[in-house]
């Protein structure tokens, strides 16, 4: 599959660019998060960029295999962000992310068949005890996450 980002960096450089992504949730049976700490440094949630022409729902489940090793399968919708979050990469790339969040059960897969490239590592966290996470939207979404699941809505 071509690398859309990728492709489109070689032409713009680092010039700040409005992107589109896709962030997953999977909550493991102690109801805690799973975490991803990406090979070029930083904790998040696993996801990111739709390729030219995929869906949301279609980069959430390749994103979830490339960056957690697991299949997946949407449960629901968790929102759209896309309050003005720019994210800053430790390659000097900036973007203007707007993403979907979805929570996502696993269906196959293991966490040890991450990309390694994407993935430095994986872990779940209590909501109380997470590590700091990279993106300010991805921290809100982990934010926005907590009510629900303590309201019993997850």
């Given amino acids: 599959m071509p690398d859309y980002i990728h492709d489109l960096r070689k032409l713009t450089g680092h010039i700040p ?16 998060i799973l975490l991803q700490e990406r090979a070029d440094g930083g ?22 295999r490339e960056d957690s090793g697991l299949k997946v ?5 968790l929102g759209l962000y896309d309050h003005h979050y720019m994210m800053h990469y430790p390659n000097g790339d900036t973007v203007m992310n707007i993403a979907k969040l979805f929570l996502v059960r696993p269906i196959g897969g293991a966490l040890s068949e991450a990309a390694p490239n994407e993935t430095a590592q994986l872990a779940y966290f209590d ?24 309201a019993g809505k997850l």
Avoid: H, S
Avoid at 22 to 28: E, P, Y
Avoid at 45 to 62: D, N, Q, V, W
Avoid at 129 to 146: G, H, R
């Fill in 73 to 77: 399968e949407i449960v629901r919708d």
């Fill in 127 to 150: 909501f109380d005890q997470l590590p700091p996470i990279i993106f300010k939207q991805n921290a809100e979404m982990v934010a926005d996450v907590k009510p629900l699941l303590a």
């Fill in 17 to 32: 660019l409005i992107l589109n992504a896709a962030a997953g949730v999977i909550l493991n049976e102690q109801k805690q």
């Fill in 43 to 64: 904790w998040c949630l696993p996801g990111g960029y739709l390729e030219f022409g995929e869906t949301y729902a279609e980069a959430i489940i390749r994103e979830m």
